[in-house]
């Protein structure tokens, strides 16, 4: 008791400092000294009123002590108003919430509440760009083509620009990044997403997470949890084992919570083991609270929460985009008993935490959605993060770099009538402009040098332009998009026959891939040069010329896997994917991505990991830093080091991601390897370098079903090391203790 009153006094007097310290800066202000506290003081989502009324605006106390502070002087409508989206039309129905809906922008608003100085929160999408048809934003590249660089300082970078334009926006809750695993290659959100690698995703969404809210927004990671399929997405259940679940499934979002500190996370659609995602307690209480101890908060997605007592006693903090089971119904609910208060309590306590962390109630923000963010270093970065993510996959008789003398006949529609830079759904950004391949060619080669264009719609007229040329840059394009799922692995359209007729009329053909996911490649043999230049954003032709003419060299490797054929896939029988009965069946269990395709011995077109360059790389010298280790030093935070000499044999400066994976003792039961650490370096020609890597628990840990837990098996594990997960010729060997 004594100690409680202690610390109240110690409130208040804190508080009472603080309080004079703005006055103080706004008597300056007056005088011209500090004019962002003026800005501040004229903001109309929060008022100015003493301090010493609001002990939860000292900033000097931590998230968690704020946030007790605040919740008590709540009213239950005013912590129910905290809980859902208004509705645009509606209004809010339970509270005494002041509700300014803006007019435009913002996919998801929860007013703010004057009274208590809650400021509001401004919800907008985001995975390549402001979305919501926000004006006057960077168009930047699919994620997958972020993550394609394997490199964890641009995609740092990535989420540091697109946060700073949601900031400068008004938005204050960043939706995104997408963080799920590709389990079916067909996915229509592929592009979304990283990959197909739980460690690699894991590594790419706590760093994109805290370049995002180093800006200020809180991001919101999704979809959680097993959202891997858009066909029926709005009913399908995923039923998976629960290894399958810990260990390829959960590891992006455990890892977004350890190292990215996520603000918040979206619950999926789906169902998960026969429970909806957004009122499942095994996925959200018992495997986000008590496993991963997150403290933030989880929204519904648009349109995801099914119950009012299930979701709010299992474990949803927040009804986006409105309050059908959130609003009237809820505050019923708890009047009925069938919510308690301690409950609405903890709700809400896990949406103001993060909002007190992120400085939500301190900061001012400056814009709206109306502000022009754009920024040519955004212009700039947008095209760098292409070329940085375009995958060289063919390069016969080295036909690139080409020279900028040589003729170019550009066919497809995608070469320039309907340049293919980002995905569809929630994720599309209005690009400021777009420079199509064509253009960005035309730009490139020398003065006189002849470019022609053919849309591909008439095959012989496409033949016709590509003989006429020394080389035919042939443009694909698959139409990915959240909501559906792609059919089947091929081109769509005429575009296969395409790249056939002019492979026909020309043997100098390069094929450029804008897809967000793998295509079947049946003309692969034909061809001299295939390029995966994915949704490559509003610099699009520009990327690519630098790739074309050797400006930039080629180091991305890929993500996922590009299989032969559409059934040599792991989710090839219905019963997986689309599903039956609404059921999909995670029977391929750990065998996801290139884990399949080696744990089958099927040979993939591209491998997981692999990338070419316009120069020549060796590896050597392996070295472990330890021939043993006991599981218990790895438990608790011991690391293995890796190193590997990287020499570039060729004749270019370029750069090499080393690929570390991991070969379990057989009775781990896990596939042959994954991965557990990567490193790129850039190398001048000749040069040769070390790259050191450090292997840690979370990528050797296998999850044990009898138990409920991690564990590392004691036994002797293989370390392979090399470029791709198909090309690993280092190899030794570590002993568990
Ligand atoms: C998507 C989310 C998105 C939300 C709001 C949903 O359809 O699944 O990713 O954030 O819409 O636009």
Redesign the pocket.
């Known amino acids: 008791m004594r100690i409680q009153g202690l610390l109240h006094r110690l409130v208040l007097v804190t508080a009472f400092i603080s309080g004079s310290i703005i006055i103080c800066h706004f008597a300056m202000a007056l005088a011209g000294g500090a004019p962002s506290v003026v800005r501040a003081a004229a903001r109309s989502d929060v008022p100015a009123t003493s301090p010493a009324d609001r002990p939860w605006m000292n900033q000097s106390l931590g998230a968690e002590e704020r946030a007790n502070l605040l919740i008590p002087e709540m009213t239950l409508d005013e912590k129910i108003a905290l809980m859902h989206g208004v509705n645009r039309i509606k209004g809010d129905a339970v509270s005494g919430y002041d509700v300014e809906f803006p007019s435009i922008g913002y996919?998801g608003y929860v007013p703010s509440n004057k009274r208590l100085g809650i400021p509001a929160l401004r919800l907008a999408?985001g995975r390549a760009g402001v979305g919501n048809k926000a004006e006057n934003v960077t168009l930047l590249p699919a994620p997958i083509a972020a993550a394609s660089a394997w490199d964890t300082n641009l995609i740092e970078e990535f989420g540091r620009v697109l946060g700073q334009e949601q900031w400068e926006k008004g938005t204050n809750v960043a939706?995104g990044p997408s963080i799920d695993v590709v389990r079916v290659p067909e996915w229509g959100r592929s592009f979304e997403s990283y990959g197909e690698d739980p460690f690699f995703n894991g590594r790419m969404a706590a760093a994109e997470i805290k370049g995002i809210q180093s800006q200020g927004p809180i991001a919101d990671a999704?979809?959680y949890l097993t959202m891997n399929q858009e066909s029926d997405r709005f009913r399908e259940d995923s039923v998976v084992d629960e290894r399958t679940m810990e260990e390829i499934y959960l590891p992006p979002f455990e890892a977004s919570v350890r190292d990215g500190h996520v603000g918040t996370f979206?619950c999926a659609y789906v169902k998960t083991n026969g429970v909806y995602s957004c009122e499942n307690a095994d996925v959200l209480q018992h495997m986000l609270r008590e496993q991963l101890k997150f403290d933030g908060w989880v929204m519904s997605?648009?349109g995801a929460t099914h119950s009012t007592v299930d979701c709010a006693n299992n474990g949803l903090d927040q009804q986006m985009p409105d309050d059908v089971y959130f609003g009237v119904a809820l505050k019923k609910a708890v009047d009925a008993g069938q919510v308690s208060s301690a409950t609405i309590d903890e709700h809400v306590r896990r949406i103001l935490v993060p909002m007190f962390r992120q400085g939500l109630f301190d900061k001012e923000q400056p814009g709206n959605w109306k502000t022009n963010v754009r920024d040519p270093k955004h212009d700039q970065f947008s095209r760098m993060v292409s070329e940085q993510g375009t995958i060289l996959l063919k390069n016969e008789q080295s036909i690139l770099p080409l020279p900028t003398t040589a003729s170019i006949a550009v066919i497809g529609e995608a070469g320039h009538a309907k340049p293919k830079v980002e995905g569809g759904g929630?994720s599309a950004v209005i690009a400021p402009y777009v420079v199509s391949p064509f253009d960005g060619i035309r730009k490139r080669v020398e003065a006189g040098t002849n470019v022609t264009y053919a849309d591909g719609s008439d095959l012989g007229a496409a033949a016709k332009t590509a003989a006429a040329a020394q080389i035919a840059i042939v443009v694909v394009h698959t139409d990915e998009t959240?909501g559906s799922d792609r059919p089947n692995l091929h081109l769509p359209g005429n575009q296969d026959q395409m790249i056939s007729a002019v492979a026909q009329a020309n043997k100098h053909v390069i094929v450029v891939l804008d897809t967000g996911g793998p295509v079947l490649m049946p003309w692969a043999d034909n061809v001299a040069g295939i390029i995966e230049a994915w949704y490559p954003g509003q610099e699009d032709g520009n990327s690519l010329a630098a790739i074309l003419y050797g400006d930039f060299n080629p180091s991305a490797k890929l993500p996922l896997t590009f299989p032969r054929s559409g059934d040599a896939i792991p989710t090839a029988s219905k019963e997986q994917w689309p599903g039956v009965g609404g059921r999909s069946i995670y029977s391929e269990k750990l065998n996801v991505g290139y884990r399949w395709y080696d744990a089958t011995n099927t040979e993939p077109l591209f491998p997981f990991g692999f990338g070419l360059s316009y120069t020549t790389f060796r590896v050597g010298h392996f070295a472990l830093d330890q021939q043993t280790i006991s599981s218990g030093a790895l438990e608790s935070g011991a690391k293995l080091q890796v190193t590997v000499d990287v020499t570039n044999t060729g004749k270019r400066a370029g750069a090499e991601v080393v690929q570390v994976y991991i070969g379990h003792p057989a009775a781990n039961g896990e596939p042959p390897h994954r991965l557990g650490a990567f490193g790129k370096i850039e190398l001048q020609p000749g040069e040769t370098k070390p790259v050191t890597v450090s292997v840690d628990a979370t990528a050797i840990r296998i999850f044990n079903t009898d138990r409920h837990g991690w564990e590392i098996p004691i036994g002797t594990y293989e370390i392979l090391a090399g470029t791709s997960s198909r090309d690993l010729p280092l190899k030794g060997a570590i002993t568990i203790q």
Request: proline letters at 0%; a negative charge.
């Open positions: 996919v999408d939706l999704n979809m979206m997605d648009w929630s959240e």
